[in-house]
């Protein structure tokens, strides 16, 4: 091993500085240039400064932002109705509140994750919004838009009245 700094072959026991920021392996000569200390068998020693306190991501975990299906209120509804079970059968069978079945069903309330998933084997229907996994066609949609030259034709025709006055 040699010193990173004078570029000696260390004898002995090497080392370990902290030189102008940089972690080296010096010399004993050579660790008058360095201040601190590092340990070599600490897999991440970490430089000083602030400690990095590990937080939540959020303080308050909000409500999962599920892609529902767009009209996820009448797709439970129906299937509700074809397995003739009421609103009020249909909590039961997912320990639900009946107030829980008829906002879902009015599309008031987000149903979270699990709900989602309680829904779908009650009812064998997903409110989820399928993720496409092949690319989306490319320029399908975002085709409209009037250009600037149409509403000019339409100003030009100007309708000019004339009066006659004396
Ligand atoms: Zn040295």
Redesign the pocket.
Known sequence: MR?E????E?RGQPHYRIIEGGKMT??A??TKYGSAEWDPFQPRARPRGRPTPRRPRSEVEAAENLELVEDYGVKIRKARQKMRMTVEDFARKIREKESVIKKLEKEELNPDRKLVRKIKNALNVDILVVEEVSAAPVGAKHSRGRSLGDIMKLSQSKSVEEEKQG
Do not use: A, D, L, Y
């Open positions: 010193c700094i004078c570029g000696n260390i010096v010399c000569r050579c």
